[in-house]
Each structure stands twice: as C-alpha cells, then as structure tokens.
C-alpha cells in the first residue's frame, strides 16, 4: 500500500479555446481526459505534480483553461496541486493565474521556486527556466536556496520536480535543449534525502541517475518525440500518457501510464488475480 501517491502530468501545452498543438493535437482534450481518467480510478492520490510546459504560448487564457479544468478534479481528489514552470510559460502569467500571486508582486526575473509537503514527501520544484530561452538552467541563488532546504531532512524524505532533465539524451534536439551544467545540482545532492528526480521537457520516457539518485523523465501529456526516428530526423508522434510516483516502504517508485485511447485486452478483479497467484505459489510449493 502506497503510502504516497502523487501524479504527475507533464508537458500538457496547452493553448487557447480553438487552437491546437502543431495544429493537430488538442491538449485540452487530452488533459481532461487524464483528469476523467484519474476520477474514474477512484484511487488515493494526494497530489497532482505538473511539471512545466504547462501552457504552450505562455497566454493568461490558456493558463485559465488549465486552472479550471484541473483545480475541480484535485479538489474532488483531495490532492494537493503543484505548478511548475516549464521553458514554453511564461513567468507573469503563470505566478498571476496559477499560483494567485499579484501580479505587482511577480518578478519576471526570478524563478518560482517551491516546497509542498505531501503527506510526510517533501516536494521541492526548480523553476529551471530562464526568459526566452529553451534550454534549461539553475542559478547559483537556487542552488544556494536547495541546499539550505535539504540541511533539514523530511520524513520521507524529498522528491525534487525540475522541468529540464539533469541528464544527457540521446534525441540530439533535446540534448541541445538539455539543463546545463547539471553537475552544480549533484554536488548539492550528493548525501541528501532527495529519492527521486522527476523531470519532463523531452516528451518521452527515459530514466537514469544523477548523484546515484534515480531520474525520471515522465511521458508528455501533449504528444511524443520519437526516441527512435531514422537516423538525421526528428519525428513528433501523436500519443500521451503520464506517471504516476507511489511511495512504497521507503522507495519511491515511478510507473509510467498509457493514456492514448487503447482496447481493454482484459478485465478481472484484482483479489482474482492475487488468489489464482497465491494457488500457482502454493502448487510450486
Ligand atoms: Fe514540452
Ligand atoms: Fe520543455
């Protein structure tokens, strides 16, 4: 039994009323078919984790559109909702319409920059953007900030969420796109209580380590980047999904979930399934 659940939607890129992604994809109708999705299951999650390219123009009314589709489900949920920034937002608008921050407050300059308890998980999100860039970064005050975060150990301990993965790729698009100098963000790491990185940014899904602490680059919610295209293309593929981060004993595991419309190749109740294996267990003695 988890003792934590959290998901973590990713990449939704969402746009304005009318429009559509590489005008195709309508991001809206994938991310409230995840949200529909989540309902249906009527599993425990204690917190929806989006990890930035929250909006794909960074425009207020998509930002809206976001709010108003996810902040009903987490509350029906009982989840916590975290926001943050990917290199397609855009600071003012997403502090203003997602984080209710004045917008006389906002200092387009200065990352956002989080830390949410959920249930006993510290989770601490790096704004790893910097203005009108794509590619990602951490400055030294972050780093700065993170270290003096991690002095205090948490329950159980810290999933970190950054939206520029810390590790090379080998998409070579992405890996131009990747967060530089990601050695400055081990050394603050190394013999902290982080568990888990989880990360978004190259729309598929990968995992390494940094640290030796595990990272995971979660499935996009917009579309796919294929991770294997002929050599010398780079290929976009209809398609999305999302993760879902439990914490099981003392690890916390990361699943990634199939959310492209599929056919239900069977159906069984679960304790039919733990019965049939406990008999198959018991025959082999
Ligand atoms: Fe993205
Ligand atoms: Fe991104």
Redesign the pocket.
């Known amino acids: 039994m988890s003792a934590a659940t959290i998901v973590q939607l990713t ?1 939704t ?1 969402i746009r304005p009323a009318g429009e559509r992604v590489h005008g195709m994809v309508d991001t809206y109708a994938n991310l409230t078919h995840v949200l529909q999705q989540l309902r249906a299951s009527r599993q425990r999650i204690d917190a929806l984790v989006l990890s930035g ?1 929250l909006t794909d123009t960074g425009s207020p009314e998509a930002y809206r559109r976001l709010r108003s589709a996810v902040e009903p489900v987490a509350e029906e949920l009982g989840a916590k909702t975290v926001y943050v920034m ?1 290199n ?1 937002d855009e600071r003012a608008a997403f502090a203003t319409e997602l984080l209710g921050m004045d917008s006389a407050a906002v200092d387009p300059d200065a990352p956002l920059d989080q830390v949410v308890d959920v249930a006993g998980l510290r989770v601490i999100a790096l704004d790893s953007t910097t203005p009108r860039r794509h590619d990602g970064r951490l400055e030294e005050r972050q780093l700065d900030w993170l270290a003096d975060q991690l002095r205090e150990r948490a329950r159980h301990g810290t999933l970190l969420v950054l939206h520029h993965p810390p590790i090379p790729s080998p998409i070579a698009a992405t890996e131009y796109l990747r967060l530089a100098r990601p050695e400055l963000l081990a050394e603050v790491l190394a013999d902290s209580d982080v568990r888990l990185i989880i990360c ?2 190259n ?1 598929l899904t990968a995992a390494a380590a940094l640290a030796g602490i595990p990272v995971w680059i979660g499935p ?1 919610l ?1 579309y796919r980047i294929d991770p294997i295209a002929p050599v010398g293309r780079h290929r976009g593929l209809i398609g999305f999904g999302y993760s879902r981060i439990d914490l099981l004993g003392s690890t916390l595991v990361a699943t990634a979930i199939e959310a492209t419309p599929a056919e239900t190749l069977y159906e069984r109740p679960e304790q039919d399934v733990l019965d049939q294996l406990a008999a198959l267990a018991t025959e082999a003695g």
């Open positions: 990449d890129h390219d990917g397609h978004g940014h729309h996009a917009a």
